[in-house]
């Protein structure tokens, strides 16, 4: 079958590209760069969309390759360049302009983009092992794609986009979930998470809950009284979440 990526996934993917070239203006050309994306747990489905980010990713850069150096002017008659700036508009406000990114990108400096489905089984090729340390000398650019693997404690460094369409009914793997990024003070006005309405309104809610639990505690250590004492509640989740 014939599958095309979801276009908030091809705007994710344009976001990535252009958080690499804003790290090399900022002088970090030589960093870990990482997107993730989690969408289903099917090996063959991970594999196809490897190869589906892969080829988008191809034809943005060919497009970069052919239109970028003219200018910005000429570069917006190529709708996926268009598309490219659109996503620097409605997504970005930093300092650096759309001009100097495209500078980057179409010019001899970009880096190689890897996109690589990691599976439990993993393939007998090395470079699959997400090993950042081999490429330590001009850092590593990558977009993981991975299911279980991916939320079982990897680290993922430099990771700046999340793209994450799966969700949990239960709180702690949903923390879990959450520790994706660390606050990097030179990049952490790039990061941004691609995820579902429903996502958003369980994250609110787990907040909420935890929030209530610390006003609880703080009410318990003020009367100098202990768990046993005070009896915590941990507010239910009227639909679906578990405890």
């Known amino acids: 079958a014939n599958y095309d990526l979801p276009n908030s996934l091809k705007d994710a993917i344009r976001a990535f590209i252009i958080v690499t070239a804003v790290r090399a203006i900022r002088g970090e050309q030589n960093s870990h760069n990482t997107m993730l994306v989690n969408i289903s747990q099917l090996k063959k489905h991970q594999n196809r969309l490897e190869t589906l980010i892969d080829e988008y990713k191809k034809s943005l850069f060919e497009a970069l390759y052919a239109y970028g150096s003219l200018g910005i002017e000429q570069s917006r008659h190529n709708s996926l360049l268009l598309s490219l700036e659109k996503t620097y508009d409605n997504k970005f406000q930093i300092e650096e302009s759309y001009e100097s990114v495209l500078g980057v990108l179409s010019g ?41 693997k991916l939320s ?72 100098g009284e202990r768990p046993k004492d005070f009896g915590l509640k941990v507010r239910e989740h009227p639909g679906a979440m578990l405890i």
């Not at 001899?108 to 470079?127: M, P, Y």
């Not at 680290?155 to 709180?171: D, H, M, P, V």
């Open 108 to 148: 001899t400096q970009r880096r190689e983009i890897h996109v690589w489905a990691l599976n439990q089984t993993g393939r007998k090729s090395d470079r699959r092992e997400l090993n950042y340390s081999t490429y330590n000398e001009y850092g590593l650019n990558v977009i993981v794609i991975g299911g279980h």
């Open 152 to 223: 079982r404690g990897l680290t993922l460094e430099g990771l700046s986009i999340s793209y994450f369409a799966r969700n949990s009914k239960a709180y702690d793997t949903l923390m879990q979930m959450c520790r994706w990024f660390g606050y990097r003070s030179t990049y952490k006005d790039l990061c941004k998470t691609y995820i579902p309405e429903e996502s958003i309104e369980w994250y609110a809610f787990i907040t909420e809950t935890i929030n209530e639990l610390y006003r609880e505690l703080e009410l318990m250590a003020g009367r």
